[in-house]
């Protein structure tokens, strides 16, 4: 495989399927087959019982220059379509996603990060949301997402503008949960948190994850699912016998918000 080809490559270790955005020469850009590939990787991956987390990451050291300018030449419209979409299937990813981001996040690599339900950050990365520099209307789900993560001040500041934000003012608004010094902390941090989310009970983080997007009508499922699976019964047991917990509860696909 040509690792200079515009692609995403996938690795599972551990219980941990991690996703490399790999488009070296134009900084991650994500090119239309990039973005069409995303949603269909992300399929595979929920089918796979053996994964338990996903990290997004990028190639080098930048995560995601957005979407390759050049595919917006032929139609801007299918571009973001493509970009909504692959951001959509990210954000119902049924289990915890991770963006591990370092260098520039900008436009739809903000995008992408947005959708994990965490992001780390090396110290020096610097993230944007940049449709104005192009006449580009931001979806309605994107706002909506950036608004719930940022506030509704820092989301027009970003819109607005099409400024970039260094990792100080990302952590403080909310856009990233942790920064992590050069020198390889992000990727120490990384591998170990994505242990310890990997040894956790998938039934207690799928249905946080539902509840977390807004879902309302699921409880007497949950309810359900937690008396049938097993999975409280065995973490008391592991914690009255002082040894880790060996949960066996496995997700599909989440539903939709709607």
């Known amino acids: 495989m040509d690792r200079t080809e ?23 850009a994500m090119t239309a087959a990039m973005w069409r590939s995303l ?16 990290v997004l990451a990028g190639a080098g050291d930048t995560f995601c220059a957005g979407a390759d300018i050049s595919t917006l030449r ?8 493509l970009a909504v979409a692959a951001e959509e299937a990210l954000a119902a990813f049924p289990r915890p996603t991770l963006a591990a981001v370092r260098g520039f996040c900008v436009g739809g690599g903000s995008q992408l990060a947005a ?13 944007g949301v ?12 994107s706002t909506r997402r950036l608004v719930s993560l940022v506030g509704p001040a820092t989301a027009k ?25 050069d020198g390889g902390g992000l990727d120490r941090r990384v591998a170990a948190y994505a242990g310890v989310l990997a040894s956790r009970s998938q039934l207690t983080q799928a249905s946080a994850k539902e509840f977390a997007a807004g879902r309302r009508d699921r409880d007497a499922y949950w309810t359900g699912e937690a008396c049938s699976s097993g999975d409280t019964a065995e973490g008391v047991a592991a914690f009255l016998q002082r040894r880790e917990p060996k949960f066996t509860y496995t997700t599909g696909s989440v539903e939709p918000t709607g």
């Open 130 to 141: 940049t449709p104005a520099k192009l006449g580009i209307v931001y979806a309605s789900s």
């Open 115 to 127: 959708a994990c339900d965490l992001r780390f950050a090396q110290e020096g990365a610097l993230f």
């Open 74 to 81: 032929e139609s801007a419209g299918e571009a973001q379509a």
């Open 157 to 181: 500041h970003l819109l607005f503008s099409g400024e970039l934000i260094d990792t100080e003012r990302a952590l403080r608004t909310g856009l990233v949960d942790e920064v992590l010094p």
């Open 6 to 28: 515009p692609q995403l490559l996938c690795s599972v270790d551990g219980g941990v399927a991690t996703v490399v955005i790999s488009h070296p020469a134009k900084r991650n």
């Open 39 to 54: 949603p269909e990787l992300l399929e595979r991956l929920a089918a796979d019982p053996a994964v338990r987390v996903l």
